[in-house]
């Protein structure tokens, strides 16, 4: 898919505000999975998920990225990246602070530079939006 930031915002906005989903589908989206005792399942992908008091557990939703930060908002978004490209955008849920980026990148597919699939320089780009990440 071929697409501009503004495309992707006014895609996140859509899917957020309930214009693509159901209220249900909505609230899906945006819940981590849990085992029986309530708590984050583990990520299946080494290395991935390095954010938050639960380091190392789900961060991944049926389709978005959740990053805490330290004043307990929780970030949601995705990112994707091919030869040249790096796109992706982050949001609160009330879409209050939202961040679309689209920029050329000199590594090969599925090399990011950071310790799991998001791109080093995307996580740079959220902190500076959002604040720093929970530790």
């Not at 970030?75 to 992706?88: C, F, I, N, P």
């Not at 689209?102 to 799991?116: D, N, P, R, V």
């Amino acid at each position: 898919m071929v697409s501009t930031p503004a495309d992707l915002d006014r895609f996140l906005r859509a899917l957020l505000d309930g214009e693509f989903l159901p209220p249900q589908q909505v609230r899906d989206l945006l819940t981590l999975p849990r085992d029986a005792a309530g708590q984050l399942v583990p990520s299946l992908t080494p290395g991935d998920c390095q954010f938050g008091p639960d380091k190392g557990r789900a961060c991944y939703s049926a389709g978005l990225m959740a990053i805490p930060l330290q004043d307990g908002t929780v970030v949601w978004g995705k990112t994707g990246h091919d030869l040249g490209y790096s796109d992706g955008f982050f949001a609160t849920p009330d879409l209050s602070r939202r961040l679309i980026y689209s920029s050329g990148s000199t590594g090969s597919t599925g090399s990011t530079g950071s310790t799991g699939g998001t791109p080093a320089p995307a996580l740079r780009l959220a902190m500076t939006v959002f604040g720093p990440f929970a530790r």
